[in-house]
């Protein structure tokens, strides 16, 4: 199932703008390519996406993007200055479909995707380089505090915008040298 662009998607778009020209960018979870579309708009000098999905790998090779199906960090190879991930996030609802909750749940409590990422994500990006990642008020936060902690990562809030019954956040997060 392909993530259609919603809330979360178009407030991260603006900074993967901005944050984009002239870097090598990785977009994590790429659904539908807005990010990778969004890296290129802002000057990137070039992007990878990857996705779990199959479906969303083949939409996006098929807008000619650069793509690869990957859990992850799984398959991907080389170091990068950006990193957006625009995660699954909620936490599981056993009301929704299976097919759908490979989109938007991100574990139990939410958070499982995004600790893994997190554990991973030094590997694959440089020294100077920064993370976009989304992350809603229904998300624990406690483990993924946890390990920013225990990865020398740091976290600002560069966005905050309010949707229904969730605030989401925009978070850089860069290396604590």
Known sequence: ?????????????KFVEEYAKGKKVLDVGCGSGIQIEAAFEGGAESVLGVDIDEESVDFC?????NVLKSDLFDDVEGKFELVIFNPPYLP???????ESRK??????????????????????????????????SLTTLKKIERVLTEKNLVKKVI???????????VWEIGILH
């Open 159 to 169: 966005a905050s915008e309010n949707f229904f019954m969730e605030r989401l956040d």
């Open 1 to 13: 199932m392909i993530y259609r662009p919603r809330e979360d998607s178009f407030l991260l778009e």
């Open 61 to 65: 090779r098929k807008k000619a993007l």
């Open 92 to 98: 599981e609802d056993d009301r929704e479909d299976e």
């Open 103 to 136: 989109a938007t749940s991100g574990g139990r409590r939410g958070d499982e995707i995004i600790v893994r990422f997190l554990s991973n994500v030094g590997k694959h990006i440089k020294k100077d380089g920064k993370i976009l990642l989304v992350v809603s």
